[in-house]
């Protein structure tokens, strides 16, 4: 299958500071890329599409300002959450469009 | 828009028993059907998936039928054991020519087998 490796798997990161998480596409050229964030025991939800080449596209309620994508490449996607806050705690994964997952980033804010 | 509804459990089975997770799906055109599986602390898994009508996805002793008239696609394995302990989200994903749309997910079915 077209597999994807995120990373990191774990972050603790102080108030305040950014975090970039990688998500690699290892054997599928992905021009489109997915974020999905996902809460304690609940469900998975699209935070935004990632378009090599091209501005993302965000879902309604999330902050293009604070949680900034970067698809430079047909196997590489980025997600950086600036000036994180304990709130942005969370589980973090992307998905390339073959609809495969990668580990995930579980984010701690401190 | 698109969703998809299944038993939100959580599913408690001993060893050996019998397991059907059922989901529903919502869609306005033809999506694929997924079945992903997530163990604690772990990313999510493809388990199996079906493209059209009729196709059964199976994979590891789990199979699920795409049910277009009922618009179902139930996840089923004739004997758990204790390692299929985790949880199990039903998706759908629409494909436009060469790959998926983004996936849309179930609110995922906790199980956990007993010895």
């Known amino acids: 299958g077209a597999v994807v490796s995120q990373h990191p798997s774990r972050v603790i990161c102080k108030s305040g500071t950014s975090v970039k998480i990688e998500c690699r596409s290892l054997?599928?050229?992905?021009?489109?890329m997915f974020w999905y964030r996902q809460f304690p025991k609940q469900s998975l939800m699209l935070m935004a599409t990632s378009n090599e080449g091209s501005k993302a596209t965000y879902e309604q309620g999330v902050e293009k300002d604070k949680f900034l994508i970067n698809h430079a490449s047909l196997t590489l996607s980025t997600l950086t959450v600036t000036s994180a806050h304990p709130e942005d705690s969370s589980f973090y994964i992307c998905?390339?469009?073959?609809?495969?997952f990668g580990q995930g980033t579980r984010l701690t804010v401190v | 828009g698109d969703s998809v509804t299944q038993m939100e459990g959580p599913v408690t089975l001993s060893e050996e028993a019998f397991l059907t997770i059922n989901c529903t799906y919502t869609a306005t055109g033809y999506p694929s059907l997924f079945w992903y599986v997530q163990y604690p602390g772990e990313g999510l898994q493809l388990l199996l998936k079906a493209t059209k009508a009729d196709d059964k996805g199976s994979n590891k002793g789990f199979e699920a039928t795409y049910r277009k008239e009922t618009t179902s696609f139930h996840l089923e394995k004739g004997s758990v054991q204790v390692s299929d302990s985790a949880v199990y989200f039903c998706a759908l994903s629409d494909r436009g020519g060469t790959s998926y749309d983004k996936v849309i997910f179930g609110p995922g079915t906790s199980l956990s087998v007993i010895p």
């Open positions: 054997d599928f050229q992905a021009t489109t």
């Open positions: 998905s390339n469009s073959e609809a495969f």
